[in-house]
């Protein structure tokens, strides 16, 4: 049977998987697409993606009824493969390991984008998300403050008890909180803007990372128009993401104006102003499922481990 692997990777470990694999040559526009299929209970997801030694496939569940129950609004597994016979080499906890890649993602982006002294973090939502992105966060930039904004009091404490742990100054905002931030982060399942975009300032980062669908979205146009924009892939961005998608059907944008990708960021050739907030929308991609995956996989044995067959 296919070992089981623990996920047990650092964000900062995360993190440098995710830019060494897009520094190793990986073209994010050429990564295969994500099926979605709809259920009674939700959404199912297919992710597929391979890269030179590893491929890899996550099969997620997206049930917007779960958290009500008690369980995990997102579901699945990872089955890593190696690359060139495809064999199976070990199954991850396909949530679990969304919960980490996805912040890194993130946090490699900011890692760009925020302003080095970035101290004061906007954090919309309180969920496992909103927990890894402060942690990766607090990985990659010097923060001293947290406001989280969510919809019920009781998590926004939880999470801003949370963050005074880590030595951060946190406690429960409003939206209007984004006046004062260096870096805001949408992670939430909002399908409407979550603040006025006017109010941010020019020398702040935001990241909205809590859709994947071209009808929802964080933030609005407004921000999105007044920012320099980045995205994992254009390909992708354009057809999942309604943070772009909605102006862009609105005419607000046009489809020719600058979209760095990712890529172009890790390697230094997207340009990054300081005269307007940078913009940074993730939908999650395959090759981020695998490049985590394989880090994980090969930090395992690096250990001498061998994972337990289930």
Not at 227 to 233: K, P, Q
Request: aromatic share 4%; proline share 9%.
């Amino acid at each position: 049977m296919t070992p089981v692997l623990p996920l047990d990777l650092t964000p900062a470990q995360a993190v440098a998987a995710l830019a060494d694999t897009l520094l190793g040559g990986l073209d994010p526009e050429l990564c295969p697409p994500r099926a979605h299929v709809p259920v009674p209970a939700g959404e199912l997801l297919l992710m597929p993606a391979a890269d030179g030694r590893y491929a890899g496939v996550k099969t997620a569940g997206v049930v917007p009824a779960n958290p009500g129950r008690g369980l995990p609004r997102i579901t699945g597994s990872y089955l890593l493969l190696d690359g060139p016979t495809l064999q199976p080499l070990a199954l991850l906890d396909g949530a679990a390991l969304t919960a980490l890649r996805t912040p890194a993602v993130t946090a490699l982006a900011m890692r760009r984008l925020a302003a080095p002294e970035a101290g004061h973090l906007v954090l919309f939502g309180a969920g496992p998300q909103a927990y890894g992105h402060l942690e990766a966060l607090h990985a990659v930039r010097p923060l001293t403050r947290v406001t989280v904004v969510a919809r019920s009091a009781a998590p926004a404490e939880a999470l801003a008890a949370h963050a005074r742990t880590l030595g951060l100054a946190a406690g429960v905002g409003t939206p209007e909180a984004v006046a004062g931030a260096d870096l805001v982060v949408c992670c939430t399942t909002a399908r409407s803007p979550l603040f006025d975009g006017r109010l941010v300032p020019e020398h702040a980062a935001v990241a909205a990372v809590g859709s994947h669908r071209p009808d929802a979205r964080e933030v609005d146009t407004a921000l999105v128009v007044r920012s320099a924009r980045y995205v994992e892939a254009r390909a992708v961005a354009l057809r999942e993401a309604g943070d772009l998608v909605i102006p862009l059907a609105a005419g607000d944008l046009t489809a020719g104006e600058p979209l760095a990708n990712l890529s172009e960021l890790v390697n230094g050739t997207a340009v990054v102003p300081t005269d307007r907030p940078r913009f940074f929308k993730g939908v999650g991609m395959a090759w981020q499922d695998l490049a985590v995956a394989a880090a994980q996989y090969e930090t395992h044995l690096a250990r001498g481990n061998v994972p337990e067959s289930t």
